[in-house]
């Protein structure tokens, strides 16, 4: 018998609209750049604390109770910068910083981490490093134009949010994009 198997991931959602406006207006000049981008959607926008990849329902249920057992503070994080993965060379994703938060973001991290280990789950080979994917590049066209403008944007400060709850999130890969769907919520202790 087979078992469905679910495409997740853990995350903060974006869940302060300052900030969200203000990376819509990042995302339209990285456009006027003429690179070949897909940008995300505003509404789905989240810092990845963990990718879970496509696991069975069983292990989300181990990844529940792991979340469960997550203990933090309500705390700030602040988003400044705009970067790129790899690097401005070879852009294939770019994202936005998060500077005042990492610290209390790999806390949670280095909390679930060997929580998700125990389900089962492979260890996470890139590590963890906060920050919001904000549009994917399908080319190298107008790749200098677009590296400038990054290069411009490295210190801009999109706001501050309270961190209060994390996600366990399904995604559902459609033709327009993804569909992301809160399964568990982790929630800040007070």
């Keep these: 018998m087979s078992q469905e198997r679910i495409r997740s991931f853990v995350a903060v959602d974006l869940d302060e609209s300052t900030i969200r406006e203000g990376i819509i207006a990042a995302q339209q000049s990285l456009e006027q750049t003429g690179a070949n981008l897909k940008v995300v959607e505003p509404g789905i926008m989240h810092l990845t604390l963990r990718f879970l990849g496509e696991i069975p329902q069983t292990t989300v249920e181990r990844v529940k109770d792991a979340m469960r057992e997550l203990r933090f ?27 005042h938060g990492q610290q209390e973001l790999d806390g949670i991290f280095q909390q679930l981490e060997p929580r998700l280990r125990q389900t089962g789950l492979p260890p996470d080979s890139k590590g963890f490093s906060p920050h919001m994917t904000i549009a994917r590049v399908r080319s190298g066209i107008n790749r200098d134009a677009l590296a400038k403008y990054i290069e411009n944007m490295r210190e801009h400060d999109f706001g501050q949010m309270t961190v209060k709850v994390v996600r366990l999130k399904k995604s559902t890969l459609t033709p327009k994009g993804p569909i992301y769907t809160t399964i568990h919520e982790a929630n800040a202790s007070n």
């Design 73 to 99: 503070q309500p705390f700030i994080a602040q988003f400044t910068g705009i970067g790129a993965f790899p690097n401005l060379r070879r852009i294939s994703v770019v994202w936005v910083g998060v500077t």
